[in-house]
């Protein structure tokens, strides 16, 4: 968490303003990031919008103005039947429910979760990084361009990629205990190298911001679905003395209830960092992949 708010959350904010100069403010720079990528029939209302923002004077009207016109941008994506984009749906969606399904068993099968002091603000937490999840698959997902074909090819596979990397990285087996930099590596650079190629090939930026989200989505989601059924299979273990001693100081009811309420924290940590950190490094590559002329 604490590599998602030093670097991840302000390289994020750099990307949403790269390229703004003094004429941009932050209600316009809004408005461009909710109107891209909207179906092709709404292209000419957007570009209208956004030459209608111009016209606009004052903050407050702008702001106004701007999230009106990010509304009816949602309310556009809601409504689309734009074609493309099933497959990424049904991954994204389906682990969705395998998450949420992993947590109201853990809930059932080791009911002293339900008592842990901090349990309803994790759970909301969760639930709405899900919602978060689907949202951003349901509305940006769609489309059959070749840029919206290739985001979500590259995504795909630096998904998988990305989330085996962390998984090793945080949990190496044996064999690569010597060598966890190498995983760790891959899960960080992944999402960079993932957006760069796509945004080069595109000669665009978005195709790269998109293939570095969809990375993140599906590695994110990966990784907290193996990290849980590990957990559950093994029961919170191995129970290291570090543990141990925690656990004597909590009031659980048992160890194997405190070790799993644990790794469920750990889990929702990784959920919440890893798309952050693919989509800040990720976003960053593509802008600087998409400038770079093909040879």
């Not at 990031?33 to 016209?55: S, T």
């Not at 009106?68 to 689309?80: D, K, P």
């Amino acid at each position: 968490m604490m590599l998602a708010a030093t670097f991840a959350v302000p390289a994020t904010l750099r990307v949403l303003c790269l390229g703004g100069g003094a004429d941009r403010d932050r209600a316009q720079l809004l408005l461009e990031f909710a109107v891209r990528g909207l179906p092709a029939d709404r292209l000419d209302w957007a570009q209208a919008m956004l030459v209608e923002l111009d016209q606009v004077e004052g903050r407050q009207e702008r702001w106004q103005f701007s999230l009106g016109c990010v509304w009816a941008a949602v309310r556009i994506r809601v409504r689309s039947r734009e074609p493309g984009g099933a497959l990424l749906r049904v991954v994204v969606l389906g682990c969705a429910v395998i998450a949420l399904a992993l947590v109201g068993y853990g809930l059932v099968h080791y009911p002293g979760l339900r008592s842990e002091p901090n349990v309803g603000g994790a759970m909301i937490v969760f639930l709405v990084t899900l919602l978060t999840y689907t949202a951003l698959t349901a509305f940006l997902s769609r489309g059959e361009t070749q840029r919206s074909a290739a985001a979500r090819r590259y995504g795909l596979t630096g998904g998988l990629a990305v989330g085996a990397g962390w998984f090793l990285g945080i949990s190496p087996p044996s064999a690569l205990k010597g060598w966890v930099f190498l995983p760790l590596l891959i899960a960080l650079v992944g999402p960079a190298t993932v957006a760069a190629v796509a945004g080069h090939r595109a000669s665009d930026s978005r195709t790269g911001t998109l293939a570095a989200l969809w990375s993140g989505l599906v590695g994110g989601l990966t990784v907290f679905i193996v990290w849980v059924s590990v957990t559950y299979m093994n029961a919170g273990g191995p129970y290291d003395s570090g543990l141990v001693s925690d656990f004597h100081k909590s009031n659980a009811p048992d160890l194997a209830t405190y070790a799993v309420s644990d790794d469920l924290g750990s889990g929702l940590v990784l959920l919440l960092m890893i798309p952050t950190v693919a989509f800040a490094l990720g976003s960053l590559s593509a802008r600087l992949a998409a400038a770079t002329p093909r040879i």
